[in-house]
């Protein structure tokens, strides 16, 4: 009996020195040794834009002739709430962690901790004191790379019409009426031109309607409202048990029993200090195993559906106005070439909503977790931070000569109203004449945007 008590305690100490503290077999993720970190893909809405962009080359037969652009925001810092939350109740988290990671014994296996190498990597965290309330959603320096990094890439695909030199009779900008919009505008006019000094915006309405129509809409309001109500299908998968293990896994990593409020704290800061320094690893991701992060991409994705997605006729409409205004730009043979739109993720989510993007056959539910791993409503991919949607009027060498490109996120896109992966003239213009007799029938008032720079 002593031999195996000692055989034991050999190999608990052996399994200490290799790195581990008191590990069990289904808790014994390590993020500082996981090669891949495969989890950064599936941050939602906040994951970085590098993890999941495409980097595809476009047609090298085929002369760009326009060019239209809507894009979101760059990395953002986090809202004034969360600034609060996330530097006053992870302190005491993070030393907590600490603390049982100093007083468990090596023969107290049922603790749950982490590897030494997270660990130390939380060992390390302080929330940046210059990210502050007055500066809550402001637009991130990684932000401002991405923004300037994709305006390189579409130089470099279309450079005779993306030229480094600005005219403001070929080029169109707006954005909305934010900072992260403005500073992600300017990164982009200073990755084309090389400086935004000189570059103009358009001015950008009382109303906002193009932009921001979602702001103006009581009936859209009041649709989102319904998503955070008891039996939605957004709060059923907070009592999942999906979501319950996982509070209960990151509770014993914590070294506390924590909520899941609390949690989605604790992941926000992994989510936007990734998102922030994509080459450093954000050191409370260590909390979460790949699939933990998958459960809450889903509680996430299931948010924005209700949202935005195709769970009701009134989200396919609500960006009537923006599909109109790029459609009768491509149509068009009047100036600008070039426009480009800077907005937010609910825009983007709401836009590619009024195209037919992203529908699964089965709605995403409370219920069906499993059944949806492969779904193509996945905010991770299709409006990730500086997420965007490009349409490209080329004339081509082989037929047909005039066709329409469609990218999103730098991946060429398949529209459905298009029988294949390029539209053709009379596919856009029906889609243009169905859009107008949409627009005409419309409830609410649309203001018609105009290419002009004041």
Known sequence: MMMMYMGILLFLMTSHTRGYILQSPDTDYCLSKDPVREQFKHFATKTAYQFVRGNENIMEECLPLKFWLLTRHGTRYPSAKDI??????????????????????????????????????????????????????????????????????YQKQFPTLLKNKY?????????????????????????LFGSYEHVKAASIPENDTLLRPYDYLAEWKNQEEKIYEEGSEYEKFKESKYLLDLVEQVSKKAGNTVNLKTVEIMFKACTYQQAW??????????????????????????????????SSNLNRYVTEELLDNLLDFLISNAEPKVVAYFAHSTTVELFL??????????????????????????????????????????????????????????????????????????????????????????????????????
């Open 277 to 310: 320094r994509i080459d450093e690893l954000s050191p409370w991701c260590a909390l979460f195993t790949p699939e933990q992060v998958k459960v809450l991409e889903y509680l996430h994705d299931l948010e924005e559906f209700y949202r935005c997605g195709s």
């Open 84 to 153: 609060a939350k996330i530097s006053e109740i992870l302190p005491g988290i993070q030393e907590n962690i600490s603390t049982l990671a100093n007083k468990t014994s090596i023969l107290n296996s049922k603790k749950h901790t982490l590897c030494k190498e997270d660990l130390d990597l939380l060992s390390t965290w302080r929330w940046d004191s210059t990210i502050t309330a007055d500066k809550a959603e402001f637009l991130s320096s990684q932000g401002w790379a991405d923004l300037h990094g994709l305006a390189g890439y």
């Open 167 to 191: 005219s403001k009779n070929n080029f169109f900008f707006r954005h909305t009426d934010t900072q992260r919009t403005k500073g992600s505008f300017q990164a982009f006019a200073e990755g």
């Open 353 to 454: 909503t009024s195209l037919n993007i992203a529908v699964d056959d089965t709605s995403p539910t409370a219920d069906n977790y499993e059944e949806m791993v492969k779904r193509k409503w996945r905010t991770s991919e299709i409006a990730p931070f500086s997420s965007n949607l490009a349409a490209i009027d080329l004339l081509c060498e082989t037929t047909p000569r005039r066709r329409f490109v469609f990218m999103l996120n730098e991946r060429l896109l398949e529209v459905p109203w298009c029988q294949d992966t390029t539209c053709t003239w009379g596919e856009i213009l029906r889609k243009k004449n169905k859009v107008e007799n949409s627009l005409k029938k419309m409830l609410f008032h649309t203001f018609r945007h105009h290419y002009v720079v004041l």
